[in-house]
């Protein structure tokens, strides 16, 4: 089970941290990712790690704003979101599933479980 959590309204050039907890689960075998949806649009991927290997993976219109990161010990994987512009306004969810390498990191049929997003509003 995901649980995503600290969206909230953020001014153009901002920061948020979104936080995806993992509840359940013995060992850290998974590879985690944050998607998003803003109105009228579809889902998009927007950063991938895979715990094990350290790997991460960003989308081109988040590369060197956004940074993923992980916790073991809280069984939690983070999203620092700087620069926020307006069009990063969206629904984010944490995604994830137990093996790696993935044939399409951007495909949400991808990932086996996914939390229920947290909205994030970049607006002044």
């Known amino acids: 089970q995901l649980q995503a959590s600290g969206g909230g309204l953020v001014q153009p050039g901002g920061s948020l941290r979104l936080a995806c907890a993992r509840s359940?689960?013995?060992?850290?075998?998974?590879?985690v990712a944050w998607f998003r949806q803003a109105p009228g649009k579809e889902r998009e991927f927007v950063s991938l790690?895979?715990?094990?290997?350290?790997?991460?993976n960003y989308a081109d219109s988040v590369k060197g704003r956004f940074t993923i990161s992980r916790s073991t010990a809280k069984k939690s994987v983070y999203l620092q979101m700087n620069s926020l512009k307006p069009n990063d306004t969206a629904v984010y969810y944490c995604?994830?599933?137990?093996?790696?390498?993935?044939?399409?990191?951007?495909?949400?049929?991808?990932?086996?479980?996914w939390g229920q997003g947290t909205q994030v509003t970049v607006s002044s």
């Open positions: 995604a994830a599933v137990r093996r790696w390498p993935l044939r399409d990191i951007t495909l949400g049929s991808e990932y086996d479980y």
């Open positions: 359940g689960g013995t060992d850290n075998a998974y590879t």
């Open positions: 790690l895979n715990w094990s290997g350290g790997t991460t």
